[in-house]
């Protein structure tokens, strides 16, 4: 066989069922052999929503998602898809073609030196050069995507090498990489010393981040925070960790997060970080932490320990394993829980009420979708404004809220929608998007037309590009410069035009109805929401609601 | 504060750019690199000092460790270190000052391994701080050229950093 067709067994070996991509001509042979296989490709309409679709996908599943490009500006367009992937941790093997070997290094048409630039967003990568190397590169590959803290693994793969023979085909079982041993199991000493820091604690909270679903450790988070009665403040990026009206979550941390979450924070007498990395929107630049605060900081990735946060009491390993090992120590349970004193929002429900005439109410919108999706159902969030409103108000119960967390791309609420739906099939989508993030993706309403994807868009149309609205009001004395979204098209008529039944919302009272015509019309629906352009994001206290 | 590094990678393509990015990419500044293979010819020892604080060395550590390249990584104080530099300098010279340079050569231990009539090409290989000290002594005669390898180091005694 050759190279592609070695390829494309592995792929098969590995049991991919879905890959995105967009073709070109020094990736047709691995094309060629794909046409033979069981693997579905997905067309998308831009390389980098192949990378968000993918990356999506392997966040749904815990295993690499694979998107595939061409050489060039192909495999350049996937970069912001990788580095989007690589902050979030997300499993993802991207393969992408490459000039012919002899051609490598003199700027031959459509070369680029695509392992070089994607260098810093990437796990690992690979620039194949012998055929016969394919089959172990493509196993360590999704190895090393799929083990340890996930992310990104590229395979750059030279024209002539998809081409070359590959004489035996032989799938290595095993992976043996001596500089790649990620640790899984925790250390005993250092888990005893974790429980004891529990059991001595009297104002113990949990901050629960995107490992927590990187290692599949949902099941034990709650039990742990049920079992001892801890209460659970979430990053953005661990957001359904616990169900959103589950007693023990505090709602989301953070500079963006919410008053309640916040409050525990800062009050608490042992932060136990599960899975994040503590960044600065998170904790660090918000000044929640107190210097006095033991913090236990439990990550499977050595090199986060100590980076961000001084952590009295670091453990490395895979979070699930670390917490089934924590449980069976058999940590204590606390009285009553200490943040009920607290009597602080955790969302903007204090802000849900009806806005002008002309609009909707963009929290109360987001809480609608959320409520009326099925409970498993999967809610992706652009960037900017709509990713705020959604994070601390979406109703989050056993399906998964998905967002460009540290990249902050926009751009990715619905090819992550494509890739998280047939992760799960038979599940609802939603992507949520702005009018300015909306026009960063919307050739893809092409690709869930021909996929008949059933992605549900709210697109949030406030005319302007919000959040930088914001910065430029409270910092830049209001001198508003290029945020004015107006050209933008009729997003309805647009949709229309790709045969999408879409609807227009701009009444509170319609809300409802609206949400539920979206989830009852078969297949992809947008609805373009109205919003007003000076509504803010900031966190709503009680005493602030007349600022509304 | 300067600090020795001690790494050994896999003995492949890209290895090498892909580490000193990481350097450049997380702010640490690298005074000096050296690499080589080693006694397996599929290991590298790369021979990193780069100068910060105890923060930057972990972050440092921490950072290579995650490289799939990276076999070990290993940061020794100075003392514990057996460190050892190749230069070659080339300075002028003329009939007159000839014996002078080549005195100085001579006490500080290092090798005339080039002459002309106007030049004289010095090797030596000793401490780094022995290095500078030879290269004061020549700026007198006009040095012309210098070329240095970077520090290369190995732990005293019988612990070795090895696979």
Redesign the interface.
């Known amino acids: 066989m050759n190279g592609a067709a070695a390829m494309v067994k592995c792929l098969e070996k590995e049991g991919v069922t879905v890959a995105f991509g967009y073709p070109g001509a020094t990736i047709c042979p691995f094309y060629d052999e794909l046409a033979k296989s069981s693997v579905r490709h997905i067309l998308v309409r831009q390389e980098q929503n192949a990378g968000h679709a993918a990356g999506a996908w392997g966040r749904m599943t815990g295993k690499p998602g694979v998107c595939i490009a061409t050489s060039g500006p192909g495999a350049t367009n996937l970069l912001t898809a990788l580095a989007t992937a690589y902050m979030d941790s997300a499993p993802l093997v991207a393969i992408t073609g490459q000039v012919s070997s002899e051609l490598l290094g003199r700027d031959a048409f459509q070369e680029a030196d695509i392992t070089g630039a994607a260098a810093s967003f990437v796990k690992h990568s690979f620039l194949v050069k012998h055929s016969e190397e394919l089959p172990r590169v493509m196993r360590e590959a999704f190895y090393i995507a799929g083990t340890g803290r996930k992310g990104p693994v590229l395979v750059d793969v030279p024209v002539d090498v998809q081409n070359g023979v590959v004489g035996r085909f032989h799938y290595p079982e095993a992976v043996s990489i001596r500089g790649y041993n990620p640790t899984l199991r925790g250390n005993q000493l250092q888990i005893r010393r974790v429980v004891a820091a529990m059991d001595e604690a009297r104002r113990p909270v949990i901050c629960a981040g995107g490992g927590v679903f990187g290692s599949l450790a949902r099941r034990q988070v709650r039990l742990l925070a049920e079992r001892c009665r801890i209460p659970v403040a979430c990053t953005m990026m661990g957001l359904g960790a616990l169900p959103t009206e589950h007693p023990l979550n505090l709602g989301m941390l953070g500079s963006q997060g919410g008053a309640l979450a916040n409050e525990a924070i800062r009050c608490s007498d042992l932060l136990i970080i599960l899975g994040a990395r503590v960044g600065d929107r998170a904790v660090t630049q918000s000044g929640i932490l107190e210097k006095d605060t033991r913090v236990v900081h439990i990550d499977i990735d050595p090199a986060e320990i100590r980076k961000n946060v001084e952590a009295g009491i670091p453990l490395v390993g895979d979070l699930a394993q670390v917490l089934d090992q924590i449980l069976e120590e058999g940590p204590r349970p606390h009285g009553d829980v200490w943040t009920e004193g607290l009597h602080l929002p955790k969302d903007d429900a204090a802000a849900f009420g009806l806005a002008r005439e002309g609009f909707v109410n963009p929290r109360r919108l987001v809480r609608a979708i959320s409520a009326r999706m099925e409970p498993e159902g999967i809610y992706t969030a652009d960037v900017g404004q709509n990713q705020i409103w959604s994070a601390r108000n979406c109703l989050i119960r056993e399906g998964r809220f998905l967002t460009s967390g540290g990249m902050g791309t926009m751009g990715y609420s619905i090819p992550a929608a494509i890739g998280a739906a047939l992760a799960a099939p038979g599940h609802q989508a939603v992507a949520v998007c702005g009018d300015g993030s909306f026009q960063m993706q919307m050739m893809e309403l092409a690709t869930l037309v021909r996929e008949q994807i059933p992605v549900k868009i709210f697109v949030l149309r406030n005319g302007c590009l919000g959040l930088v609205r914001e910065i430029q009001d409270e910092r830049y004395g209001g001198n508003r410069m290029a945020v004015d979204l107006s050209g933008s098209p009729d997003m309805t008529a647009l949709a229309g035009a790709y045969g999408i039944p879409a609807a227009r919302l701009d009444r509170d009272e319609e809300v409802d109805g609206a949400v539920r015509r979206a989830f009852d019309t078969p297949g992809p629906f947008l609805t373009e929401c109205a919003v007003w352009p000076g509504e803010d994001t900031h966190q709503l206290l009680p005493e602030k609601e007349e600022r509304l | 504060m300067k600090h020795t590094i001690s790494v050994l990678?896999?003995n492949r393509?890209?290895v090498l750019?892909?580490i000193s990015?990481?350097f450049s990419?997380r702010g640490f500044n690298i005074d000096s690199l050296a690499v080589g293979e080693t006694e397996d010819r599929d290991v590298s020892r790369m021979t990193i000092v780069a100068d910060g604080d105890d923060y930057m060395v972990?972050?440092i550590e921490?950072?290579l460790?995650?490289?799939?390249?990276?076999?070990k990584v290993r940061t020794v104080a100075n003392e514990d270190l057996i460190r050892r530099e190749l230069m070659l300098i080339k300075v002028s010279c003329t009939a007159k000052n000839r014996g002078e340079i080549t005195d100085v050569a001579k006490i500080m231990n290092a090798k005339i391994v080039d002459i002309t009539k106007d030049t004289l090409t010095i090797e030596i290989a000793d401490r780094p701080n022995r290095l500078d000290l030879l290269i004061e002594l020549m700026r007198p005669y006009h040095i012309q050229e210098v070329s240095r390898t970077g520090t290369i180091a190995l732990q005293r005694g019988s612990s070795i950093i090895g696979?």
């Open positions: 990678v896999e393509a890209g750019s892909h990015g990481l990419r972990e972050q921490k950072q460790n995650k490289m799939i390249d990276v076999i696979k």
